[in-house]
């Protein structure tokens, strides 16, 4: 299981830093999409330790706030993050007319930074 999980955080770590590098060359729309690709990994990462698996990201969505913000395990903020990352990301693929500018894409980027330094301390907390 632990080795699951360490992939899992691996990839998220390897989307912040893709976010990052993508976030410096002004490539929002992709930065965005690595941020939430960041998130969405860590959430794998917390429902594959409950043995959950998804089907979809609007499923893992909803079962991540069940399972961990629901329950009040994780503070609400975290979830929040995975929704405002999920509809930007959403929003940069998808709506070609959309602009995202350098700030938004920044705090993006920092939200999945966050979420995945989160995501680290609670299973090393679990030891």
Request: proline share 0%.
């Amino acid at each position: 299981m632990k080795e699951i999980l360490a992939k899992y955080i691996q990839k998220a770590k390897d989307n912040c830093g893709d976010a990052l590098f993508l976030w410096q060359d002004e490539r929002f729309d992709s930065a965005v999409n690595r941020a939430y690709y960041a998130i969405f990994h860590c959430v794998e990462a917390f429902l594959f330790f409950k043995d959950i698996h998804t089907k979809t990201h609007e499923g893992a969505l909803r079962k991540f706030a069940e399972l961990y913000i629901k329950t009040g395990e994780l503070d609400r903020k975290w979830s929040d993050i995975l929704i405002e990352n999920f509809e930007a990301r959403q929003e940069a693929d998808y709506a070609f007319d959309a602009v995202i500018n350098a700030k938004e894409a920044k705090i993006l980027v920092e939200n999945a930074e966050s979420f995945l330094t989160m995501t680290k301390q609670y299973f090393e907390n679990l030891k």
